[in-house]
């Protein structure tokens, strides 16, 4: 868990935040379209314009490279793998670990067969890997391009008892909110919703006019554990959020049935929903996002990080910053949150070859070739920033940077992988339950305090 300087400091740099993003996200949806970049590397790069990374030559080797990414996303991640491969001469093989991505890789260790380089979702899996002696300290020259790069809390969040492991090549900033212009032109909504209760007012009247209101993808846990992350920073704090997240107060603290409550009042409302709770329990990520800006009917609004952009790019037509606009989460309470999350890069192996890779990862070559493709937003405080595809994104970006070391990152990411990060169980299937019944208040916080005691117990 990323330590944290005084509370009070704190405070003030979320709420800055907060209101950076905002101000940021209006002046850059302004009149701002898809692709406002025509020169920014979307090709994927090339070894002649890079800029300074030096790697070693492994030609003949091949490395194996595994991360949860799929469809858009793990197309993008390719164009960085093709670049690796035409300045080193190694071939790489991507492997999806799927959902559970700590049984995936736990598996292949055991087995004797684990990849060369992982990315890990959650920072809980990183330290229990480390403890268990799975991982491989940084080399050199990965650390050297690391320090240069990143600001000192990402640097942190990828170092473990002392020893550096990771590097956190890909970030998210996971308090946005998507809409549809054309569904809240029809509704005669002319102004985007600040608070819980204006969100709540939106949707109705999105309703009211024939859209279905709000997408979510329930089928895949995270992304719920990622709405009552922002309702409870919002309405908590960053106090207590940073106590809930090492398990410090209990889930049936009062602070969290508030936070329940507050989800209770969309969740429990099936002709909010698209396809209501039913629906959204069988509505994976990626369909929540092309449901909203694709089809005859679309949904008005779908909740998720900025790389819902990589599918929207991928898997609609619509047009970023013209068809497809975006606002931060709505407050739930004094401030409004700013929630980061990201994928740790991690050798599992030893060798030149899987040093040579995190060294390029932790490089501004690599995020650079990342960024133009889209749907991605990295947190180093290095890159050009023109190379964003586009002025959504890189006003997303220039956020989270300015948000300096004062972030706070996705609680079920830090949690151990048996409660955050495991699809079918913990924290995932609790709210998928709540999102089912959301009346059952106490009985989803005995649930999840019991899941929580036995993960964090056994950690």
Known sequence: MRSTSSNNRTRRAAKSAAALLA????????????????????????????STVKLPKLNGQTLEVAAVWTGPEQENFQKVLDEFKKRTGAKVNFVPTGNNTSTFLGTKIEGGKPPDVAFLPQVGVLHQFADKGWLKPLGADAKAQLDKNFSKGWVDLGAWKGKQYGVYAKAANKSLVWYNTAAFDAAGIKTTPKTWKDFLATAQTLSDAGSPAVSIGGADGWTLTDW??????????PDKYDQLAAHKIKWTDPSVTKALTTLAQLWGKNDLIAGGTKGALNTEFPKSVTQTFSGTNPAAMVFEGDFVTANINADTKAKLGTDAKV???????????????????????????????????????????WAAQGGFISPSKAMDESKYKDAITRTIAKALIAAGDNFRFDMSDQAPAAFGGTAGT??????????????????????????????????
């Open 23 to 50: 101000g940021a996200l209006a002046l850059a949806l302004t009149g701002c379209g898809g692709s406002d970049n025509k020169d920014n590397g979307g090709g994927g790069g090339s070894s002649e314009n890079a």
């Open 426 to 459: 913990g924290e995932w299937k609790d709210l998928q339950d709540f999102l089912s019944n959301p009346k059952n208040i106490a009985g989803t916080q005995q649930k999840l305090e019991a899941d929580a005691a036995k993960a964090y117990g056994s950690s």
């Open 327 to 369: 606002f931060p989460f709505p407050s739930t309470g004094t401030q409004s949150p700013v929630v980061s999350g990201g994928d740790v890069a991690v050798a599992l192996k030893d060798g030149k070859g899987a040093q040579a890779l995190l060294t390029f990862l932790a490089s501004t070559d690599a995020a650079e070739i």
């Open 228 to 237: 009552f992350e922002n309702v409870y920073l919002s309405q908590a704090g």
